[in-house]
């Protein structure tokens, strides 16, 4: 019994990163505007969503993309950040997902929603 107790114990710490990594995971593998629209909406009921910028191709210079993201030269990359909690604010790194987006309409839906 005490092994089970022991064991979600250690399970409560590490699903707060996991469930940032699927969400970064599914914005940034979304193949269709459909799912890129169903990532934008999972993104702004995960968390809270800090900031959402636009890095335009004049700004590239001096960032260093993860590899992940693919951008072109002429390719706006949408930075998505979030932290666990808004009144964390300064506490902690945020979580932060790159996106070329295939619809432009879609980084409305990151904008946090009352729950």
């Not at 702004?44 to 210079?61: A, K, M, Q």
């Not at 009144?87 to 309409?105: I, N, S």
């Amino acid at each position: 019994m005490s092994a089970v107790v022991g064991l979600a114990l250690l399970a409560i710490p590490t699903y707060q990163p996991l469930k940032f990594y699927y969400v970064i995971w599914r914005i940034e593998s979304a193949t269709t505007i459909e799912q890129e629209k169903a990532a934008c909406i999972l993104a702004s009921r995960v968390g809270h969503v800090w900031e959402v910028n636009d890095i335009h191709p004049g700004e590239f210079g001096s960032r260093v993309f993860p590899t992940r993201v693919g951008q072109r030269a002429k390719d706006v990359v949408t930075e998505i950040e979030w932290l666990e909690n808004p009144c964390w604010r300064g506490m902690e790194q945020p979580y932060r997902a790159y996106r070329v987006l295939l619809d432009p309409k879609n980084r409305d839906y990151l904008v946090a929603r009352s729950k």
